[in-house]
């Protein structure tokens, strides 16, 4: 075996051990070839509303930043859910950690239902609100206005989110913000 495959082994295997220790249900996933030398890290997650959309925005997360790969199912640490009331919001648990709900009158309103979704995955991700009204960046949520149809995060989202998720090991943060609600 390679120096390079037993390292990637034994941080697979640290990774694997930490997560067990701590309880975190994020996983790490084997990479992608015997010469890959990050591993990306899975994070589940269930959409009991806007699936669809749920579905394409884990696509773009997992095609921008490479560290992270989202999938539906497994022990799922991303909620998503439909409500009707109390605005588009995101209750982080961790890194990889989120409640999210998708208000139904943002839509009615205007704004784009998938933007949305990716925006408040954002959240669970590690990202902040960045309320500059730029659509170009996905952060800026709804300051962006209706005519804002962009869902995918930036270059420097997508980097720092792909920095968080580095080397595949987990992590957690004990924080309980709350996004979006606030600043509508």
Not at 7 to 34: E, F, K
Not at 103 to 118: P, Q, Y
Not at 124 to 135: H, S
Not at 151 to 178: C, H, I
Request: some cysteine.
């Amino acid at each position: 075996m390679s120096l390079r495959k037993f390292s990637a082994a034994l941080v697979a295997a640290a990774s694997a051990s930490a997560m067990l220790v701590s309880g975190a249900a994020v996983a790490t996933a084997a990479p992608a070839s015997a010469e890959a030398s990050v591993l990306a890290r899975t994070v589940y997650y269930s959409a009991s509303g806007y699936s669809n959309e749920a579905a394409q925005a884990a696509q773009i997360w997992s095609s921008r930043a490479p560290n992270v790969q989202m999938v539906r199912g497994g022990n799922a640490t991303i909620r998503i859910y439909g409500t009707t009331g109390g605005g588009s919001r995101a209750y982080p648990c961790g890194l990889g950690c989120a409640t999210i709900y998708i208000d139904s009158r943002d839509i009615a309103a205007g704004h784009n239902a998938l933007r949305i979704v990716t925006h408040e995955i954002g959240h669970g991700l590690g990202l902040p609100d960045n309320y500059n009204g730029i659509c170009s960046y996905l952060m800026s949520g709804g300051s962006a206005g209706t005519s804002c149809r962009n869902p995918y995060p930036n270059a420097q989202e997508a980097a720092r989110v792909n920095q968080l998720f580095a080397g595949g090991v987990a992590t957690t943060v004990g924080r309980r913000d709350v996004y979006d609600v606030a600043n509508r």
